[in-house]
């Protein structure tokens, strides 16, 4: 019940101050929803146990984002009948493990500056996920566009290959 209450209460800053700009980008009120929520929750955990909830539903939505019922995290509306579908569990599971994902990466400082930057900017008005990106660029020291528009925009993981090649004798031990 107190995550549902924190998840309302993050709406007061993602949906209410700043609303999405159109139905592409619901997750900005959702996935930030969520994603407050757990880290208000993480307030009264142990560090150990921090971020385990948003954990938890990133390894469940990873295994449905590879369905075939999956669709991506940003997707347009045509119509009434696709508004009734807007509201399904990848936008807001998918869209706050990416805001987590984000925010490891970028730093918790840099990314809060730049969400500071971005409820500025847009304070009882619309935005767009550009907007949230490009405040998120302006405060970091990297640039996380490509990454979450990936993440946003497609469907399933992105899956790596590598392979380890060595030259002029590595892994051998000096003589």
Same mark, same amino acid.
């Given at each position: 019940?107190?995550?549902? #209450?924190?998840?309302?209460?993050?709406?007061?800053? %993602?949906?209410?101050?700043?609303?999405?700009?159109?139905?592409?980008?619901?997750?900005?009120?959702?996935?930030? *929803?969520?994603?407050? &929520?757990?880290?208000?929750?993480? @307030? @009264?955990?142990?560090?150990?146990?921090? !971020?385990?909830?948003?954990?938890?539903?990133? =390894?469940?939505?990873?295994? *449905?984002?590879?369905?075939?019922?999956? !669709?991506?995290?940003?997707? @347009?509306? !045509?119509?009434?009948? =696709?508004?009734?579908?807007?509201? /399904?569990?990848?936008?807001? #599971?998918?869209?706050?493990?990416?805001?987590?994902?984000?925010?490891?990466?970028?730093? @918790?400082?840099?990314?809060?500056?730049?969400?500071?930057?971005?409820? &500025?900017?847009?304070?009882?008005?619309? &935005?767009?996920?550009? /907007?949230?990106? =490009?405040?998120?660029? *302006?405060? &970091?020291? /990297?640039?996380?566009?490509?990454?979450?528009?990936? %993440?946003?925009?497609?469907?399933?993981?992105?899956?790596?290959?590598?392979?380890?090649?060595?030259?002029?004798?590595?892994? #051998?031990?000096?003589?």
């Amino acid at each position: 019940m107190r995550s549902l #209450q924190a998840h309302e209460i993050g709406h007061q800053w %993602f949906g209410n101050l700043v609303t999405q700009s159109t139905w592409t980008d619901v997750w900005l009120s959702e996935g930030f *929803a969520t994603w407050i &929520a757990a880290k208000m929750m993480d @307030e @009264e955990q142990p560090a150990d146990r921090k !971020h385990i909830n948003l954990v938890a539903s990133r =390894e469940a939505i990873m295994v *449905a984002d590879g369905g075939a019922t999956s !669709h991506p995290v940003r997707r @347009e509306m !045509h119509n009434r009948a =696709e508004l009734d579908t807007v509201y /399904d569990r990848v936008p807001y #599971q998918k869209g706050g493990a990416i805001l987590l994902m984000v925010e490891n990466w970028l730093g @918790e400082d840099w990314f809060q500056q730049g969400l500071r930057k971005y409820l &500025a900017d847009h304070r009882l008005g619309n &935005a767009t996920t550009l /907007d949230l990106e =490009e405040a998120l660029k *302006a405060s &970091a020291e /990297d640039d996380p566009t490509a990454v979450m528009e990936s %993440f946003l925009n497609t469907t399933g993981v992105p899956a790596m290959k590598t392979s380890l090649e060595c030259k002029d004798g590595c892994g #051998q031990a000096d003589s």
